[in-house]
């Protein structure tokens, strides 16, 4: 009888530690970006674009059958424009994307479409060593351009937009 008790412990301890075997940690993400006010109207930044502190950022992941929002972190740029968030989990199965929420500027309020969010990968089943992730530049845009910017464009070969 204690020879099966014995068999019968080790054996669910076995099964027990194989268990914590197959445990992985959760990577944790820091993602970095910038927000900026486009003065020049071109959606795009310039050498006079400025940086937007304290405007409020998201890292939104949403399921990619149904678009049911799994994760949402919530952070604020800082004098540079710039923002980290940091992102604990794997998201291997969702689509993920920072989006800016809202600008603290009464002049550069207007949200620029399809410069609103920036796809990004929050999975270490993707090839990428680094856990940081980058997003592309995010912006808002004022209502009139800045008088300076028909020279800016100038120098990079571009017309001015009316």
Do not use: W
Not at 97 to 113: G, I, T
């Amino acid at each position: 009888m204690a020879k099966s008790s014995v068999a019968i412990i080790i054996s669910i301890l076995c099964i027990a530690l194989s268990g914590l075997a197959q445990c992985q940690e959760q990577p944790e993400f820091l993602v970095n970006g910038k927000v900026y006010c486009d003065t020049c109207r071109v959606q795009f930044p310039t050498k006079i674009s400025q940086p937007i502190k304290g405007a409020r950022v998201a890292v939104e992941c949403r399921d990619r059958d149904n678009g049911t929002l799994t994760h949402n972190a919530i952070g604020m740029s800082d004098e540079n424009g710039e923002y980290n968030l940091s992102i604990k989990g794997d998201f291997e199965n969702e689509i993920c994307e920072v989006v800016v929420m809202k600008s603290p500027l009464p002049d550069c309020a207007e949200v620029m479409e399809g410069l609103n969010r920036a796809r990004i990968s929050l999975t270490s089943n993707n090839g990428l060593l680094d856990t940081h992730r980058y997003a592309n530049p995010l912006g808002f845009i004022t209502s009139k351009p800045l008088a300076q910017c028909a020279q800016v464009l100038a120098e990079l070969d571009l017309s001015p937009v009316d």
